[in-house]
């Protein structure tokens, strides 16, 4: 790496670093004051924990900003004192000069996908259990607690449970069907089913139907190794998309697309949990394009245009999520549809940087 490439991220990561703290700290503070009431009654320690989990959270909100603040203030005051007219006179394109910038932001990219299915989801699990969010997922009593609970599972599996205890991992009332096709060949039915590695049925009765026959066994307990569903399949801790994994994200829709349910919301959720990713290193790409040239017109001018691409960008990002959810548009549109139109404007902001 040359020493001009040195210069250009030392100056950038310097200004993404006081962005991002700086951003951290209004948050936190605004955050605060506006739940001062909820927080006098809280322990201290849980206090502290939640604003710990909460850090990561506002990182993932602010970084687009912030990689746009410190690309258009780095790369702009260098072409505002002619730093850039220098190294391009002496033989540099501007895409050369520029290119430091875009292999970092395709590395804060990658780097925040892992960080968004790995770090994020468990910190906002611990942070929703200390003050949930008010949506319609927590008005139902616990979730952790069914009656007359139904599930179906893979391989035409259905449970019937008159209580199922997710604390627990265990139910009372248990009838397991099982089918092939859409012929039923074996029936479970116990006082009881528990979650000992595997399913243990106990105090029941096992009957098969073959041929047009009946065959009833009772038993007083019997391990049931051939269900393959966990209680995490059946009753899962995380209900927000926030605080799920893509794996655990993925599971759920195929849990819900068994039972019949809508799963609109969730597919278009975790499509957002790779395009919001992408959303860093456009935010990027659009200010040090645009900053390139402020020699012509101002810096706080450029800055200001750049901030108006941002506010229309995240507008478009919500709708694009809400017609994704309501199925006015699919899935995998409302997920990418900001990207798509600003990740357009990008490439040609970067691919007319040298001309504007």
Sequence with gaps: MGIFSRYLIRRFLYLLIIAVGCSLVIFIVIDFVEN????LNQPRQEVWNYYLNYVPHILYLVLPVALLIA????????ARHLELVAMRAAGRSVYSITFPLLFLGILITGGMFWFGDTILPDANYERFKIKEPKTKENTSGNPNEKYKFVFIGPKNVTYF???????RKSGRGVTILMERGDTLYQRYDCKRLVWENHWKAIDGSFRTFENGRIATTK?????L?????????????RVFPDEMRMVMLKRRIDILKRSGEQTRR?????????SSCVVNLIMLVIGFSIAANTMRSGLIKRFGLTLLFTFCYFVLLRFGLIFGENGTLTPVMG????????GSMALGFYANMGRL
């Design 161 to 167: 449970f008159q209580h199922y205890s997710g604390n």
């Design 36 to 39: 001062t009431k909820t927080w």
């Design 219 to 223: 038993f007083k307990d019997k391990l």
């Design 335 to 342: 997920a990418w549809m900001g990207n798509m139109v600003f």
């Design 225 to 237: 190794k051939e269900l393959t569903d966990t209680p995490a399949d059946l009753v899962n801790n």
């Design 71 to 78: 690309s258009v203030f780095s790369v702009g005051n260098m």
């Design 266 to 274: 969730f597919e278009t959720q975790w499509h957002f949990k790779i």
